[in-house]
């Protein structure tokens, strides 16, 4: 992998070294696993929300007495 710097003497291109390039992929898979990890999230509040007014209509509840809970 190639790693750009701007000098004053203008741009410059240098591989990465061993070390740059294992802190890249563990920080690559850092942001991977938190971005998984919101997704999840997301995804459970979504499905909670959907089971929350199934529920809240089975008691009777219409659609605008349940958008009144959340508002």
Same mark, same amino acid.
């Given at each position: 992998?190639?790693?750009? #710097?701007? +000098?004053?003497?203008?741009?410059?291109?240098?591989?990465? #070294? $061993?070390?740059?390039?294992?802190?890249? !992929?563990?920080?690559?898979? &850092?942001?991977?696993?938190?971005?998984? =990890?919101?997704?999840?999230?997301?995804?459970?509040? #979504? $499905?909670?929300? &959907? &089971?929350? +007014? +199934?529920? !809240?209509?089975?008691?009777? !509840? #219409? =659609?605008?007495?349940?958008?009144?809970? $959340? $508002?």
């Amino acid at each position: 992998m190639k790693k750009h #710097t701007h +000098t004053p003497n203008g741009f410059k291109e240098e591989d990465y #070294t $061993s070390e740059e390039e294992a802190q890249f !992929l563990k920080d690559k898979e &850092a942001i991977e696993k938190v971005i998984a =990890d919101q997704k999840a999230l997301d995804d459970k509040k #979504t $499905s909670d929300k &959907a &089971a929350a +007014t +199934t529920k !809240l209509k089975a008691l009777g !509840l #219409t =659609d605008d007495e349940i958008a009144a809970l $959340s $508002s």
